[in-house]
């Protein structure tokens, strides 16, 4: 096994990363991005998704025979420039997946988002089957990712694995430009200042996921037996759904004195296209997904790991 991680230094994978090499050994983990790491662990290649042939030379050099294709630019980033989100989001992808059934790669992960829901889509226990008009450059390549991966799997047998990821929070690293960012660095600011101000609404519930779910959902999917993955395109997979005001009064009893305010940006709009919460039952019928984190058991998880880390 040889596993490539495109987009290591990233907020998921940062922490896949660190993942993988635990369970395969990091001999057989190869990670890389557009710009080195602040600390190296394990092996590491620069590499910019954009460059064919140089994604080709690491493919052959280090033999690979499972990628994970986490490099894109997130939502809120995503909107000050569309065309660029566009380009490395969806031409990214394309070349993967074009070098995958070349070089007869074995698996291929692809992550997907709630950002792929919109205005078209029941916003409470969102089904696994809806039509998807989502309202951002960044949904709108994820779509349109979800429906590559389908058809790369059925024209060319390609065995590629999809999860709809929603918010993703950890001690791992700070968030990069996701409007479920908040729900990250309000535990950094209850911590290091007592008091966040959020740029979402209050009232504004999103579907969350601690990144200890997140990794091992990824893991079971890419390690199930391939009949049991029945979708090709993004699996909906759920933590927990909550709102800002919710979360800011579980870190309240932990952090006594935490105070918070609000003052929505143009992030707002883009959480209220959203859907609030997610039906997984997809998931857990075809490869036995379930998660093992709510809303207080991650709060006290986080908590006790940045104190840690902040000591």
Request: proline fraction near 6%.
């Amino acid at each position: 096994m040889s596993i490539l991680v495109t987009g290591a230094n990233g907020q998921v994978g940062t922490a896949l990363s660190a993942a993988l090499r635990d369970r395969y050994g990091s001999d057989h983990v190869i990670c890389s991005d557009i710009k080195p790491p602040t600390e190296v662990a394990g092996r590491f290649v620069m590499l910019d998704i954009l460059n064919t042939q140089r994604i080709a030379e690491v493919l052959d050099d280090y033999q690979v025979t499972e990628i994970y294709h986490l490099a894109a630019i997130l939502s809120a980033h995503g909107e000050w420039n569309p065309p660029k989100t566009w380009n490395v989001n969806l031409n990214g992808l394309l070349s993967i997946l074009e070098l995958a059934v070349e070089r007869d790669i074995k698996k291929v992960f692809f992550p997907s988002t709630i950002a792929v829901f919109g205005n078209t889509t029941p916003r409470i226990d969102t089904p696994q089957a809806v039509p998807l008009l989502p309202e951002t450059v960044y949904g709108m390549s994820k779509a349109s990712g979800e429906n590559w991966c389908h058809y790369y799997a059925l024209k060319y047998n390609l065995d590629v694995r999809c999860l709809r990821y929603p918010g993703i929070i950890g001690p791992e690293s700070l968030a990069g430009g996701g409007t479920t960012d908040y729900a990250v660095d309000i535990f950094h600011h209850a911590l290091q200042h007592g008091h966040y101000t959020c740029f979402l609404s209050p009232d504004t519930r999103l579907p969350m996921m601690y990144m200890e779910d997140a990794l091992r959902a990824t893991i079971e999917l890419m390690e199930a037996p391939s009949e049991q993955i029945q979708l090709r395109y993004g699996y909906n997979i759920s933590g927990c759904s909550f709102s800002p005001e919710e979360i800011a009064s579980e870190i309240g009893k932990h952090v006594p004195d935490f105070s918070i305010d609000y003052a929505p940006d143009f992030r707002q709009e883009i959480a209220a296209s959203w859907t609030q919460s997610i039906d997984d039952s997809t998931a857990r019928a075809h490869w036995g997904w379930t998660p093992a984190f709510d809303l207080p058991k991650m709060t006290e998880k986080m908590i006790s790991e940045l104190n840690n880390r902040y000591v």
